[in-house]
């Protein structure tokens, strides 16, 4: 008993070694930054606790503890916007923008819920005689700061509501989401004013100035200058192919020099005259001249995209993500399953494996309802046979074979040796699903990479 005691010790080790291990860099960042916020908030109530004595009465004060959700709450925040930024040279601290984007989407709503819970730890002390739960509730109840702080409580409130929501088209969420910056600036303005530790202690308040401005920096590059001032390729518009009835390849040319890239990134391009900017894989292969991105027509925009005509002028910016296997060298064999227009990062891979002499074995599935709703299929057969690398392609028909599972995936590739990785592009549902079945089966986490097929 004591020997099997140790063994299950050992894996569970083991298991917590491979997850922090696999823990995006984004994630290591806002642990640090957290670290730090409270560290200087710890010091600083330290050093303010003689002058700021708590309140005698019948209801605890929660206001310290408040304070330091508030701090925190700026330090996500801070965070987060910094990993929208689109600035490559930023990229590497979050793992590549598609997970930074991943960890905006986990960062926000606990930024939102620190923000709720600061506010209700001070009903307490508002409960004492002379106070006023309404002067803490209602915008402009009582005169001055008060007033508007809670006019922001509401506008956060509010925000949150619809921007988790998912009802708004991504045209809408995204202007919405431009609206990040000044809220975070509002709420930001009121802790730097109103926080009694912040105020009084020095090394905190130039840390959370830090933030501040980090954040904001982020904000303003992203939505007001980056459409002037980042890189740009001109491209102009060579062919439009309607693959299936909703997607869509555009083949675009460069007109000056061209974007170098690795197979699996992404790209985000602009029509000249609209200002939204949207994310697409490329499907190409670095090796060739033309650029392609493979789009699956969900909205006004990518609707849009037909009335294009050929010579029309695109603007790309990019490229970002982490999701090529050049990133994980040391994996020689490697799964990679795409599911629906999540197939189109390894279309760029898998062309790029015929001019490429860095062998590996790849097993390759392509996952769609039925054939109908799989485009690509008599491509990849078309390239398979071509590539340097020892490739085994199935289309895999959920209509006819049901889901595919981690199980029958592995049945074809084990041992689980060291050598072998997954890697996953489809909804944010089928990532979660077969990372859990990949993790159930034994292979580490570090050992899969995945691309949830959403920007918002």
Known sequence: ???????????????????????????????????????????????????????????????P???????WSITLMAVLLLS????????????????AVRLHRQLGPIAIGLVLVHVALYIPSELRPGGSVAGLLIPFWSGGAAGFNALILWVVILWTGLAYSGRLRYERWLSLHGLLGPIFIATAAHALGA?????????????????????????????????????????????LRQVSDDTLDLVLRPTARRMIYEPGTFVFIARPGLAELHPFSISSSPAERDLRVSIRMAGDFTRGLVTLAPEDPIDVFGPFGGFSPHRHGRHRRMIWIGAGIGITPFLGMLRFETVNDDFRRVWLWYLARD???????????????KAESWIDYELWTTADRGRLTAARVLETVRPLDDGIAVMLCGTPAFVRDMTRQFLAEGLAPDRIIAEDFRFR
Request: hydrophobic share 50%; charged share 20%; no cysteine.
């Open 371 to 385: 054939a109908a709703h799989a485009p690509y299929d008599a491509e990849i057969r078309e390239t398979v046979p």
């Open 84 to 99: 929208t930024a689109r600035a490559r040279s930023i990229e590497p601290l979050f793992g590549g923008l598609d997970r």
């Open 65 to 71: 503890p408040s304070l330091l959700l508030s701090a």
């Open 1 to 63: 008993m004591a020997k099997e005691g140790m063994t299950g010790m050992r894996m569970g080790l083991q298991t917590i070694r491979h997850r922090l291990v696999a823990m995006a860099p984004g994630w290591w960042l806002t642990l640090a930054a957290l670290i730090i916020t409270t560290l200087l908030w710890g010091l600083g109530r330290a050093a303010i606790s003689d002058a700021d004595p708590l309140p005698a009465g019948p209801l605890p004060d929660w206001r």
């Open 195 to 239: 926080g009694p530790t912040i105020r009084a202690y020095e090394p905190l308040r130039f840390w959370m100035w830090v933030l501040v401005l980090t954040g904001a920096g982020a904000w303003v590059w992203r939505v007001l200058l980056y459409r002037r001032l980042a890189p740009r390729y001109p491209y102009r518009l060579r062919a």
